[in-house]
């Protein structure tokens, strides 16, 4: 999968990529022997990839988990899954294409499946509201989990939103009540619950379907409380100091590895997900595999407490004195 349209900071990897293109062309159209160039070529191009994703800055992962081309829950469903049949709607206002969900079977095995979805095009945007759900999208995700609890099956939830839907008549329908019964019940669930950070992980619109036993995260993926420039524009009252936000939000997959947020991070390809989409859904689903396998093992009132522990223990504080 090519991965235009391009970073500033991936132009040259590009431009390799495009050269490669061309010389596969011409030695196809010529019938000549190019295995030499393009061996230079792709070490060439492997080296490059390599150096810059393990140097990005904070805010550079920001853009890359943002990536156009980066693959999204449809994505993932159709390579690493099979066997995927979606249900719709929330069984009381209407049916919010921002979340998807449905059965499929991971390694033959059945699994719930809930993902956040966004779009290729302005088109699919609008329909998708550009992966930010209305409280009637987390109330078809907690349908769903509920479903998977009764028929005893395991959940997978793919986050991938800058944030639940702001919008006036997201709040009057119950857009904080949605997102707060969604973290109880995910804590109550007695079957193992996975999530995985596959993009951008914003605010309460993420934690929305993150309340699990483990969560994974893609390599280059970002989970933070509120995005760098909406930091900047609190902090610095201009997005401009969003570099300065991004380092402070340690957002990157990373970062919460060592902050003990997360619990394991998913390889991606030496380009970022967005440059081999099947390589990124093997390895997502190699992961996924070993840790249901492990959840499996425990029983469920076990797999609870360890869940709650897990949210108990996240975050560092200390009481005040009473002076």
Same mark, same amino acid.
């Given at each position: 999968?090519?991965?235009?349209?391009?970073?500033?900071?991936?132009?040259?990897?590009?431009?390799?990529?495009?050269?490669?293109?061309?010389?596969?062309?011409?030695?196809?159209?010529?019938?000549?022997?190019?295995?030499?160039?393009?061996?230079?070529?792709?070490?060439?191009?492997?080296?490059?990839?390599?150096?810059?994703?393990?140097?990005?800055?904070?805010?550079?992962?920001?853009?890359?988990?943002?990536?156009?081309?980066?693959?999204?829950?449809?994505?993932?469903?159709?390579?690493?899954?099979?066997?995927?049949?979606?249900?719709?709607?929330?069984?009381?206002?209407?049916?919010?294409?921002?979340?998807?969900?449905?059965?499929?079977?991971?390694?033959?095995?059945?699994?719930?499946?809930?993902?956040?979805?966004?779009?290729?095009?302005?088109?699919?945007?609008?329909?998708?509201?550009?992966?930010?759900?209305?409280?009637?999208?987390?109330?078809?995700?907690?349908?769903?989990?509920?479903?998977?609890?009764?028929?005893?099956?395991?959940?997978?939830?793919?986050?991938?939103?800058?944030?639940?839907?702001?919008?006036?008549?997201?709040?009057?329908?119950?857009?904080?009540?949605?997102?707060?019964?969604?973290?109880?019940?995910?804590?109550?669930?007695?079957?193992?619950?996975?999530?995985?950070?596959?993009?951008?992980?914003?605010?309460?619109?993420?934690?929305?379907?993150?309340?699990?036993?483990?969560?994974?995260?893609?390599?280059?993926?970002?989970?933070?409380?509120?995005?760098?420039?909406?930091?900047?524009?609190?902090?610095?009252?201009?997005?401009? /100091?969003? *570099?300065?936000? +991004?380092? =402070?939000?340690? %957002?990157?997959?990373?970062?919460?590895?060592? !902050? #003990?947020?997360?619990?394991?991070?998913?390889?991606?390809?030496?380009?970022?997900? /967005?440059? *081999?989409?099947? +390589?990124? =859904?093997?390895? %997502?689903?190699?992961?996924?595999?070993?840790? !249901? #396998?492990?959840?499996?093992?425990?029983?469920?009132?076990?797999?609870?407490?360890?869940?709650?522990?897990?949210?108990?223990?996240?975050?560092?504080?200390?009481?005040?004195?009473?002076?």
């Amino acid at each position: 999968m090519a991965s235009k349209p391009h970073l500033e900071f991936e132009r040259d990897m590009v431009e390799l990529q495009d050269e490669i293109e061309r010389l596969l062309a011409l030695a196809e159209k010529k019938g000549i022997d190019v295995s030499g160039e393009l061996g230079e070529l792709r070490t060439k191009l492997a080296r490059i990839q390599e150096e810059t994703f393990r140097n990005l800055s904070p805010l550079e992962q920001v853009q890359v988990a943002r990536h156009p081309m980066r693959p999204y829950t449809q994505d993932y469903l159709d390579r690493a899954f099979t066997d995927w049949i979606e249900l719709h709607g929330d069984r009381s206002y209407r049916d919010d294409a921002a979340i998807v969900g449905g059965w499929a079977r991971l390694d033959g095995a059945p699994v719930m499946v809930i993902g956040h979805q966004k779009g290729r095009d302005m088109k699919e945007n609008l329909h998708r509201n550009f992966g930010m759900p209305h409280p009637e999208g987390y109330r078809k995700a907690l349908r769903l989990m509920r479903m998977a609890e009764k028929f005893g099956r395991p959940v997978v939830t793919l986050i991938d939103t800058p944030g639940a839907y702001p919008g006036i008549g997201a709040e009057k329908r119950g857009q904080a009540e949605a997102i707060a019964m969604n973290l109880r019940e995910m804590a109550r669930l007695r079957v193992p619950v996975i999530s995985v950070v596959i993009g951008e992980g914003g605010s309460g619109g993420a934690l929305a379907l993150g309340v699990s036993d483990r969560i994974l995260m893609m390599e280059h993926a970002v989970y933070s409380v509120i995005s760098p420039e909406g930091c900047a524009a609190i902090l610095w009252r201009s997005a401009e /100091h969003r *570099d300065k936000a +991004a380092e =402070a939000l340690k %957002l990157t997959s990373k970062d919460l590895l060592r !902050l #003990e947020v997360v619990d394991e991070i998913v390889p991606e390809p030496a380009g970022g997900a /967005h440059t *081999d989409w099947e +390589a990124s =859904a093997e390895a %997502l689903g190699t992961v996924l595999v070993r840790n !249901l #396998e492990e959840l499996r093992s425990m029983d469920a009132q076990e797999r609870r407490e360890l869940r709650w522990r897990k949210f108990e223990a996240i975050g560092a504080w200390h009481e005040a004195g009473s002076n």
